[in-house]
């Protein structure tokens, strides 16, 4: 089993920045992607960004030039630097960890509010 604890959300004025953290434990080892996904009300829950174990990182279009996914092995933790922040990336904030087979976990969450 995999647990993720995330932090860092808040409130924050447009054009301002956050950065989320992720912290694994458990059988990382088996971990192979980690990444961040979100959630606004009344939408699906979506991609923001994902690093594999190689540091190789995929980006929604919507973020690309803004965010910056970033991961440490050795303290089995993920971040998500958030730059230039706007009102539609107001969602809930999920931590995930993928394994190979299909399997997923997911963090509790964290509000990102971006508001003026």
């Known amino acids: 089993q995999v647990q993720l604890v995330e932090s860092g959300g808040g409130l924050v004025q447009p054009g301002g920045s956050l950065r989320l953290s992720c912290a694994g434990s458990g059988s990382m080892f088996m971990v192979h992607a980690m990444g961040w996904y979100r959630q606004a009300p009344g939408k699906q829950r979506e991609l923001v960004a994902t690093i594999t174990r190689d540091e190789s990182t995929n980006y929604a279009d919507s973020v690309k030039g803004r965010f910056t996914i970033s991961r440490d092995n050795a303290k089995n933790t993920v971040y998500l630097q958030m730059n230039n922040l706007k009102p539609e990336d107001t969602a809930v904030y999920y931590c995930?960890?993928?394994?190979?087979?299909?399997?997923?976990?997911w963090g509790q969450g964290t509000q990102v509010t971006v508001s003026s």
């Open positions: 995930n960890a993928y394994r190979p087979g299909f399997v997923n976990y």
